[in-house]
């Protein structure tokens, strides 16, 4: 089966800075990747998401990049703001009926 | 267009006790997912439901949980004699299931908390 794994629990940036956060995955199989974000107290928040016919996508101040070779995933954020403060996953769908496995998570703390 | 909704918020329950959280979908979706996240931890897959159907129960204990989604109102998560284990953030999810997307939107969660 997927397993999806974080590389850092936490990741500490100053305000303005880019941030990188990076996600292994174990299934050479898997065909996509969704980044969620999740505020204290509330659900995850879809990010972005990429298919393995792709190497990069980019959204607004975001962009995942994904590297087969080495089954490694990683979310940057552009200019990052205290809003930002969260923690991420990275999940991908396990067998044919679309439930998710998420990594452990990281936690973004934007320093002031 | 109001998105997942579940209720209640917080919920509080003696060893023992029975607790019962509701998931209602966002408007058109007929896919539910219920995920449970311990404390500084990922979300773990429970149950995958349709409209009257278990679909994928893989993630579910074999006693004590059950879930439903019936032909008419929300997703029920059941946990029977609850114990402090139990307590947890759980969270569900919909989808519509468009083809080519595993897209799932989630909703706030339960706190669950065994006392």
């Known amino acids: 089966g997927e397993s999806v794994g974080l590389h850092l629990p936490t990741l500490s940036v100053q305000e303005g800075d880019n941030s990188i956060i990076n996600c292994a995955y174990s299934n050479s199989a898997s065909d996509y990747f969704i980044w969620y974000k999740q505020e204290s107290g509330k659900g995850p928040q879809f990010i972005i998401d990429?298919?393995?016919?792709?190497d990069k996508r980019q959204g607004q101040r975001v962009t995942v990049l994904l590297n087969k070779t080495v089954k490694h995933l990683s979310l940057q954020i552009a200019a990052t703001q205290p809003g930002d403060s969260a923690v991420y996953f990275c999940?991908?769908?396990?067998?044919?009926?679309?439930?998710?496995?998420f990594g452990q998570g990281t936690t973004l703390q934007v320093k002031p | 267009n109001a998105g997942v909704m579940q209720n209640p918020r917080h919920l509080v329950r003696r060893r023992g006790q029975e607790a019962r959280l509701r998931c209602s979908p966002m408007?058109?979706?007929?896919?539910v997912y219920w995920y449970r996240q311990l404390p500084e931890e990922g979300l773990k897959f429970m149950v995958y439901l349709q409209k009257e159907n278990i679909i994928d129960e893989s993630g579910m204990p074999k006693e004590r949980f059950s879930a439903e989604f019936p032909k008419e109102g929300p997703s029920i998560l059941r946990i029977q004699q609850v114990v402090r284990g139990d307590s947890a953030a759980y969270f569900c999810?919909?989808?519509?299931?468009?083809?080519?997307?595993?897209?799932?939107?989630f909703g706030p969660g339960t706190r669950l908390t065994v006392t």
């Open positions: 999940a991908a769908p396990s067998g044919n009926t679309g439930k998710l496995i």
């Open positions: 999810a919909s989808s519509g299931l468009i083809e080519n997307s595993y897209e799932q939107y």
């Open positions: 408007k058109g979706h007929s896919h």
């Open positions: 990429i298919r393995s016919n792709m």
